[in-house]
């Protein structure tokens, strides 16, 4: 037998074995491992996030304590400095179960044939920061044409800022435009590498410090652009599993509640602040804005024609190549048995899809 | 080297003096913005802390670890794929070409893909290592072999040795050479590419991770910290090497 | 039995031998890639790994075709040969002095080498952060590193060939009263040329290396960084389609190194 045909049957045997190897690893593992992913991190890169409910059922431990009595269910968390297009890459392989996801990279991630479904919201309505040099001449957005702009390529931040730049005119080929994550984009404006920076916490979080200035925040502009993001659940798993991801949603409509709490605002921005982000800016972040409404976790209309709305946008903005199909891509199921389960089937607002408030809560 | 007169040794300390003698100058007078350039002590104090605190051992040790396990990994396919094609020839013809079409990718292209191959986790960055290794192992091995075959065909027709003592008397000595020299430079290459990994994949401890947490925190301490670290265990791998390789060789002849 | 005597006998009388030769052997080069291709094809066609896995070749043809045709590959292909090109340059031309200096004169290198061995040991990415901090995230960053990452090898090779001169050259060339200059010229760099080409081979990986490391961490063109927004936008195709095009430009200098390189032996040889 030739030397390659030898070389070639010893690589395959080897190939199967391990395969062998790794099919039997994943039949003989019984107890469920619960992982969650975070399309964020903290500063300093600690697995805390903030400025949403689901950060605060990971900083309160509220999947944990659902599985408290149940000892073969385990619960891991994974945060994500490449935001939400790590998520996806960490999808793509099943190697998470949920993730928390803002909406362009969830599109993005659907358009590319991810197979998830969406089962809350959570950090829904968030607002865009543009911040410049303390010394920039920069003062509108229209005077960023030509200049060099860090916006996270993939995030919702990017879609937003696209909105943003559409209705002044502009579009990022207008600009120089790096891709920077959370904690580079700072560093970077500090240094004065770049022009201006589209973000939100971590730049006010500069501008705080002195060593930067916001120059336009969506706060109080167009509601449109605002950001959206949600609890997605993998196929893989919420089929396999229906009764734990029951569980894990209650767990998130927990929180979500006790974050929409006035009476907890001090708790829980203590609780947020363990991502590093202190609470000065967390205060900013959330300024004007209620917290039953920022933590609303209801699948209303108005969020579906967000998203709808949305695939459109990232399709005209060239952000996906393809026509995505939002249809059953919601799965309130889930959501509605947590409501009616803890009664707070009234307990936040539902909008339609024109914007105007509704009387009954969760979506159809 | 440990023949060197004093003299000339004393004259390879007087660029480097003068450069920490600069460096603590343009510190200290804030010529430069000591946040940019901390001096020599910050960062000592810095070492200490980390190393006491436990966070540099746990850091160095989570990058060797994948420096080592992707080097032992990437080498050993290196090795038998060289091998295999210094040996046969239909497997020279067949897969030589698009191996060295494929070789041309520079190193670093392959990240973002293997990223998604491989999702989160240590198996992506394993398997980046392991690729650094691969290539100059193939090819070194391969120009090893294939010229020790060469002389084993002219010398084999003349003696009477048994299988074994041509593989080791006449084989080994000949492709042992090359083969070192590949392994050699896999090993620098696997340290680039180990920090690379902790640069460009999902964060996690290593020396690379340090140094970035350093930069976006403007902790320049940290920064210089841990480029220190990597030039010292890059000189270490590099000594490490050239004494084994010359262990080898002396036993061979 | 018959046919095979034929079909032997009409090879046999084919073309020339050389040609049979070369023919058979690009034959056999395309087998592999060939099977590649359709197991390729097939999988994406019947779904053996995920779409976002693993596009389809169609896909990735689309993607080149869309990207060479508005005229975007051209730019971002330009962005990055430049820098290179610079960086190269300038990496090349500061090893080939030092190592010239460091091979010829050992009072050089007593000075020079272990400072040089001491920075040569860390790898160019782990300077990026501190580079960035002293000089920004501009075109000057991405020359800097491309030029460390050339300077390296070439210093070290130029070195150790210029180091390797015969001695009894060197003499021959005293005794004709040859100035410093002439003897560079005529015999040292001759003697050390194919020394030094393996250095300019190495410095020339490790720049385009560089460059795309550097891209991939703070650009916003180039080849690199169409991978990185590639990669953010989950278009594999784009992505495969970069990864080729720079494994193409890859190729594309190594041979006319080569060109170079064998130009250069030619002259070395008919000087001699």
């Not at chain 1, 060099?148 to 005119?169: C, E, M, P, S, Y």
């Amino acid at each position: 037998m030739s030397l390659l045909l030898r070389s070639s049957l010893v690589l395959a045997g080897t190939l199967l074995a391990l395969a062998g190897a790794g099919v039997l690893k994943a039949r003989a593992a019984e107890p469920v491992t619960i992982r969650i992913g975070y399309a964020a991190i903290g500063v300093g890169n600690v697995p805390y996030a903030n400025g949403t409910s689901a950060a605060t059922a990971r900083a309160g431990q509220f999947v944990e304590k659902e599985f408290l009595d149940d000892p073969s269910v385990k619960v891991e968390w994974y945060f994500f400095k490449g935001a939400g297009p790590a998520v996806n890459e960490a999808f793509a392989n099943s190697q998470l179960d949920f993730a928390y996801q803002g909406d362009l990279p969830s599109i993005i991630g659907r358009a590319n044939g991810l197979k998830t479904r969406i089962l809350l919201a959570s950090g829904a309505h968030k607002p865009v920061f543009l911040a410049v040099p303390v010394s920039s001449d920069i003062k509108t957005i229209e005077d960023l044409k030509g200049r060099k702009v860090a916006i996270f390529r993939g995030t919702n931040t990017q879609l937003a800022v696209d909105k943003v730049l559409a209705a002044h005119g502009l579009s990022e080929q207008d600009l120089k435009v790096i891709s920077l994550d959370d904690s580079a984009a700072p560093a970077a404006l500090a240094a004065k590498d770049i022009d201006a920076a589209f973000g939100d916490t971590e730049l006010i979080a500069l501008a705080q410090t002195g060593l930067a200035r916001i120059a336009y925040t969506s706060q109080g502009d167009n509601p449109a652009f605002g950001r959206y993001a949600s609890l997605l659940g993998l196929d893989g798993f919420t089929q396999a599993h229906p009764d734990l991801t029951r569980r894990v949603v209650k767990a998130f409509v927990k929180a979500a509640q006790w974050s929409s709490e006035d009476q907890n605002h001090a708790a829980l921005f203590d609780l947020w602040a363990r991502s590093g982000t202190p609470v000065d800016v967390l205060e900013v972040f959330f300024h004007g804005d209620s917290l039953n409404y920022r933590n609303s976790p209801l699948l209303d209309p108005l969020m579906v024609r967000h998203y709808s709305d949305l695939a459109h946008q990232a399709r005209a903005f060239g952000q996906i190549r393809r026509d995505v199909d939002i249809d059953g891509w919601f799965e309130p199921e889930y959501l509605d048995a947590a409501l009616k389960d803890l009664s707070l089937e009234h307990y936040w607002r539902s909008y339609d899809a024109a914007g105007r408030q509704q009387a009954a809560a969760a979506l159809p | 080297m440990s023949t060197m007169p004093t003299r000339r040794r004393l004259r390879g300390l007087v660029l480097p003096g003068l450069l920490l003698m600069l460096w603590e100058i343009t510190s200290h007078l804030g010529w430069i913005d000591p946040r940019l350039l901390p001096p020599i002590e910050a960062v000592v104090h810095t070492a200490v802390g980390q190393a006491s605190s436990g966070h540099l051992g746990a850091d160095l040790a989570a990058s060797l670890l994948r420096d080592l396990t992707g080097f032992g990994i990437g080498g050993a396919a290196g090795l038998a794929f060289g091998t295999l094609l210094g040996l046969s020839g239909l497997a020279r013809g067949l897969i030589g070409p698009s191996f060295d079409a494929g070789k041309q990718i520079a190193l670093f292209a392959w990240i973002p893909l293997i990223s998604i191959w491989f999702g989160i986790g240590e198996t992506a960055k394993i398997v980046f290592v392991a690729l650094a290794a691969f290539t100059p192992v193939a090819l070194n091995t391969f120009e090893g072999v294939r010229s020790a075959s060469v002389k084993l065909i002219e010398i084999g027709t003349v003696l009477t040795f048994s299988r074994r003592q041509f593989v080791t008397r006449i084989f080994l000595p000949s492709a042992l050479p090359s083969i070192l020299v590949g392994l050699q430079l896999a090993l620098i290459n696997c340290w680039l590419a180990t920090i690379a990994t902790e640069y460009f994949m999902t964060v996690g401890p290593g020396i690379g991770g340090l140094i970035i947490e350093g930069r976006e925190r403007f902790q320049m301490d940290l920064v210089v910290l841990g480029i220190l670290v990597l030039g010292l265990v890059g000189f270490l791998l590099n000594r490490g090497g050239v004494a084994i390789e010359a262990r080898l060789l002396r036993w061979q002849a | 039995m018959i046919a095979t005597g034929l079909l032997a006998s009409a090879v046999r009388s084919g073309p020339p031998a050389w040609l049979r030769r070369s023919f058979g052997r690009a034959a056999l080069a395309i087998v592999l890639p060939l099977a590649v291709l359709l197991v390729w094809t097939a999988s994406a066609r019947w779904g053996w790994l995920p779409q976002q896995i693993l596009p389809s070749p169609i896909e990735v043809w689309q993607s080149f075709v869309d990207l060479a045709g508005s005229g975007e590959l051209l730019h971002h292909t330009d962005v990055s040969l430049l820098r290179v090109v610079y960086g190269f340059a300038a990496g090349a031309g500061a090893g080939l002095l030092l190592g010239t200096a460091m091979g010829l004169s050992p009072t050089v290198e007593d000075y020079v080498k272990p400072l040089f061995t001491a920075l040569a040991q860390v790898p160019t990415l782990g300077w990026i952060p501190l580079l960035m901090l002293l000089v920004g995230i501009d075109e000057t960053l991405k020359i800097v590193i491309i030029a460390k990452a050339a300077f390296v090898p070439i210093t070290i090779n130029t070195a150790a060939g210029m180091r390797a001169v015969p001695r009894g050259l060197v003499e021959v060339a005293e005794s004709f009263r040859f100035s410093r200059f002439q003897l560079l010229r005529k015999v040292a760099f001759p003697a050390a040329v194919p020394q030094i080409f393996t250095g300019i081979r190495y410095g020339l990986t490790h720049a385009w290396m560089a460059l795309v490391g550097v891209e991939l961490l703070a650009s916003s063109e180039g080849l690199g960084y169409l991978l990185v927004w590639s990669r953010q936008m989950f278009w594999l195709d784009q992505m495969i389609v970069g990864m080729l095009v720079i494994g193409l430009v890859g190729l594309l200098m190594d041979a006319i190194l080569g060109l170079v390189e064998a130009r250069l032996q030619r002259w070395r040889v008919a000087g001699l």
